[in-house]
């Protein structure tokens, strides 16, 4: 057929949430809460809806939630951002990452990919005839090896995407890597794409070291967040991306081409919600608590892990349970278990001898206490 993606299968993020509905069982695969969002937003919705904001918002975004992102950026990363040239409101981080990547990577260049990496960036640099450079994330730590890092960079080197917290390990990058990263970019024009969507996912006291934060990094760098994971509602696909004017110039010229402008009511219920910083500052402690329960419950049971440090993901280790791949252990486990989860080899280089599945803690107590007690009977 021609297809400029041969190589793309379905999402597994589709493939087991729908299994897991097909099996009726409890589903730790694809990464969203399954309680709702604060009845406060959804009101706030509604009056928008309600005072007539239901036609096309400005194309870069409603000015007041442009605003908003500004000030909350601004608090949290002592980096300004011109609300008018240097944000755009994009349908979730989905449509930032591609927006990004088309507008920058050219035919031929060279894209440096941290793996394992999240699923869409991949297909994206090969739908604009770019090309992946894959570098694997060192030990049970998934550190970035940035020797390795420099020496895969060539003169063809257009990016280098970067994702902390880190989907699907739960790892975080430190300032020191920041550094190091700022350090290797130096003198190149190179550009950063930052992956931030776990932003306010972060636990044990580390601080979220936002790209904003390294002047360096900034100057050459697009950041994209996501509301939908902020704001436990991610069917309502709203995000947004910073860069620099000259850099953003050219991704709102692919947002144009893509949506051309979000969600009208949700933008303006979004710009009153972020008045209260309160609403983004405790989403730590509220998650923390879910990773320590989820732990704790699965404490006797036969797996092992090193603890998420962000998101809301926590990978488990299966080998003292079976010796069987991921992705067949995770299609028995939803098949005969009735629990979902994620086998993480789709994210890696080598797709064998992996045996870690990743399982989202997003969920009710009630559900994450059955979902473990599947987990220690195995
Ligand atoms: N990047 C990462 C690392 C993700 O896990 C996700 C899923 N939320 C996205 C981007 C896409 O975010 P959104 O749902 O806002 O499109
Ligand atoms: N980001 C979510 C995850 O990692 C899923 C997003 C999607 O379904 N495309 O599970």
């Not at 239901?54 to 011109?82: C, F, M, T, W």
């Not at 297909?123 to 730590?141: A, F, M, R, W």
């Not at 360096?216 to 004017?245: D, I, Q």
Request: glycine residues 6%; contains cysteine.
């Amino acid at each position: 057929t021609g297809s400029k993606l041969p190589g793309n299968k379905t999402s597994i993020f589709s493939v087991m949430s729908k299994m897991a509905n097909e099996y009726k069982a409890i589903n730790l695969s694809q990464g969203f809460p399954n309680f709702e969002t604060d009845q406060e937003l959804k009101d706030l919705v509604t009056r928008a809806m309600n005072n007539g904001f239901n036609q096309y918002p400005p194309d870069i975004g409603v000015q007041a939630l442009r605003e908003q992102i500004s000030r909350k950026v601004e608090s949290l990363y002592a980096k300004h951002y011109d609300p008018d040239k240097e944000i755009t409101v994009t349908s979730g981080a989905t449509e930032a990452l591609f927006n990004a990547i088309s507008a920058f990577v050219h035919k031929g260049d060279e894209v440096i990919v941290l793996k394992p990496a999240y699923d869409t960036y991949e297909p994206t640099i090969e739908l604009n005839g770019g090309k992946p450079v894959q570098i694997q994330l060192k030990g049970q730590d998934y550190q970035v090896d940035w020797e390795e890092v420099r020496e895969a960079i060539s003169p063809k080197t257009r990016m280098i995407i970067i994702n902390t917290p880190h989907n699907p390990t739960g790892t975080v990058l430190s300032s020191e890597d920041m550094l190091d990263l700022e350090n290797i970019l130096k003198g190149t024009d190179i550009i950063l794409l930052s992956d931030e969507v776990y932003e306010h996912l972060i636990f044990d006291g580390l601080e979220h070291q936002s790209t904003s934060r390294f002047p360096g990094l900034a100057e050459r760098a697009v950041v994209c967040a996501s509301f939908g994971k902020t704001f436990h509602n991610t069917g309502w696909k709203t995000g947004y991306c910073l860069a620099p004017r000259e850099l953003m110039k050219e991704i709102r010229k692919v947002h144009e081409l893509t949506v051309f402008s979000v969600n009208h009511p949700m933008q303006i219920a979004y710009a009153d919600y972020l008045k209260d910083p309160q609403h983004y500052l405790e989403l730590s402690g509220f998650y923390q608590q879910k990773r320590d329960l989820f732990l704790n419950l699965i404490k006797d049971s036969r797996f092992t892990c090193t603890p998420s440090s962000g998101t809301y993901y926590q990978l488990l280790n299966f080998s003292e349970i079976t010796s069987e791949n991921d992705v067949n252990f995770a299609e028995r486990l939803v098949k005969e278990k009735g629990l979902a989860a994620i086998p993480v080899s789709v994210f890696n280089i080598n797709q064998k001898d992996n045996s870690q599945l990743r399982f989202c803690f997003a969920k009710t107590d009630e559900t994450l206490e059955k979902a473990a007690e599947i987990l220690c009977n195995l």
